[in-house]
């Protein structure tokens, strides 16, 4: 099931709020996430809203990225 992400808006507290190509809106809690490596390396507010859609997909700075299923499956209906 690969659905696309077509806009982030970085949210306060390390949440992502999310829409899908499907017309979907979801948010998703990076904090379990940013606790371990490679996401370690946006844990500063400052880096995380940084993020954007690349690909389908939330992207930052670095090569850092989040599988787009993941956000799907894991988000949270808005």
Known sequence: ??????????RKDFQLELEFANGEIRIFDMRPLIAVKPWNRIASPGIFQKASVEYGTVVWPGGIDVAS???YLDGKNL
Do not use: E, N, W
């Open 69 to 71: 299923d993941t956000l």
């Open 1 to 10: 099931m690969l659905i696309d992400v077509v806009f982030v808006k970085p």
